[in-house]
């Protein structure tokens, strides 16, 4: 459950295996009960699919169960309102809340962060900026309960964005893949009929991320020039969900490589930064006492000899025209690649033209 709820409000890849064979939606969101029927006949929900319905006066009670296709969640509350509570039962709490609120509000559970209007989307690109620039990353955004939302437009890799993974049903009817996104129908729509909508929407001339699932509150082509103007906000997403990780394990303050930090000034003084066009090459952190590699594919964090954190920046941040062995000791950058090779990364060339983590 947890995964599907995180997977539908972030449209962050990697969360769900794949989509449900069938066609249908892997997870759906709806605002009225009543809604099942017609969701399930139109083919949104099938087997495969967990559909989040509130608990009504004439049956749920906040539990899970099937109805002869997809899993049923009841709950309590709300996904979409700002400042809302959404709970399963007694076992399940999240929040969400704005972007703009979120500094001054404390962290009790759970918390999804949307962004619901130009200033918050501003406020989003001023804290990603500074983490560029000087490597400060906005506490409450690194906090290990914090998720922000519709990453999918704000910059993120490859995404599991789309109708075939994820929905939202208003009270009205209207269909999208997100509270705040375009409409792509109604109630009544086919499978097929919201992918085409959704596939049209995203092949507008100079689309830059999703341009669906933030429609209804920010100006698209201003979204995307902001995006295209920061090519590496998917590093910086990364950066985030690393961070995440290691203050979950008790450890605060890591340095990102490529964010207002390098081991190696060398690296600095060619021009490296974290602007790169891919975002899914490792992420190199550290503190005084450990450093760690984050795999952005899978978002797991390793720990790896700080001793070797050198050698290792030098692979990841070195593009074709620049030899590591410039810049570390040729045994040190072997033992580097094995330690790497260890934990499932294996470089090649042409994967570590222009990483600048």
């Known amino acids: 459950m947890k995964r599907h709820l995180?997977?539908?409000?972030?449209?962050?890849?990697?969360?769900?295996?794949?989509?449900?064979?069938?066609?249908?939606?892997?997870?759906?969101?709806?605002?009225?009960?009543?809604?099942?029927?017609?969701?399930?006949?139109?083919?949104?929900?099938?087997?495969?699919?967990?559909?989040?319905?509130?608990?009504?006066?004439?049956?749920?009670?906040?539990?899970?169960?099937?109805?002869?296709?997809p899993t049923v969640v009841h709950y309590e509350g709300s996904l979409s309102d700002a400042g809302g509570e959404f709970s399963v039962g007694s076992s399940f709490f999240l929040q969400s809340q704005t972007y703009g609120v979120?500094?001054?509000?404390?962290?009790?559970?759970?918390?999804?962060?949307?962004?619901?209007?130009?200033?918050?989307?501003?406020?989003y690109l001023d804290d990603a900026d500074q983490a560029r620039e000087a490597g400060v990353f906005s506490d409450f955004l690194t906090h290990p309960v914090i998720q922000l939302a519709d990453v999918c437009a704000l910059g993120s890799g490859p995404s599991a964005d789309g109708p075939q993974w994820r929905l939202h049903i208003a009270a009205s009817g209207t269909v999208s893949t997100s509270?705040?996104?375009?409409?792509?129908?109604?109630?009544?729509?086919?499978?097929?009929?919201?992918?085409?909508?959704?596939?049209?929407?995203?092949?507008?001339?100079?689309?830059?991320?999703?341009?669906?699932?933030?429609?209804?509150?920010?100006?698209?082509?201003?979204?995307?020039?902001a995006l295209a103007a920061r090519p590496w906000l998917g590093r910086y997403l990364a950066a985030l969900d690393s961070i995440r990780d290691l203050r979950a394990r008790g450890l605060s303050e890591p340095r990102v490589s490529g964010f207002g930090a390098r081991l190696l000034p060398e690296l600095a003084e060619l021009g490296l930064?974290?602007?790169?066009?891919?975002?899914?090459?490792?992420?190199?952190?550290?503190?005084?006492?450990?450093?760690?590699?984050?795999?952005?594919?899978?978002?797991?964090?390793?720990?790896?000899?700080?001793?070797?954190?050198?050698?290792?920046?030098?692979?990841?941040?070195?593009?074709?025209?620049?030899?590591?062995?410039?810049?570390?000791?040729?045994?040190?950058?072997?033992?580097?690649r094995a330690s790497l090779r260890a934990v499932g990364v294996e470089l090649h060339r042409a994967e570590s033209v222009g990483a600048g983590v």
């Open 6 to 69: 995180m997977s539908w409000g972030t449209g962050k890849a990697g969360l769900l295996p794949t989509p449900p064979a069938d066609g249908t939606t892997a997870t759906l969101v709806l605002e009225r009960a009543d809604h099942l029927t017609a969701a399930v006949a139109s083919g949104l929900a099938g087997p495969e699919s967990v559909v989040f319905v509130p608990t009504s006066a004439d049956g749920g009670d906040g539990g899970v169960y099937t109805v002869g296709g």
């Open 102 to 123: 979120s500094p001054y509000m404390s962290v009790v559970g759970p918390t999804l962060v949307r962004i619901a209007d130009e200033t918050d989307f501003q406020y």
């Open 179 to 225: 509270p705040h996104g375009r409409p792509l129908g109604t109630l009544g729509a086919s499978p097929e009929q919201l992918q085409h909508a959704w596939t049209q929407l995203r092949t507008d001339p100079g689309e830059h991320g999703c341009p669906v699932c933030l429609g209804s509150v920010l100006d698209q082509p201003a979204r995307a020039d």
């Open 273 to 336: 930064a974290a602007d790169v066009p891919s975002a899914a090459a490792p992420l190199l952190l550290w503190t005084d006492q450990a450093a760690f590699v984050h795999t952005v594919d899978r978002s797991r964090t390793f720990q790896l000899d700080l001793a070797l954190a050198p050698a290792v920046e030098a692979l990841l941040g070195c593009g074709s025209a620049e030899d590591p062995e410039r810049f570390a000791d040729r045994g040190l950058l072997e033992r580097a």
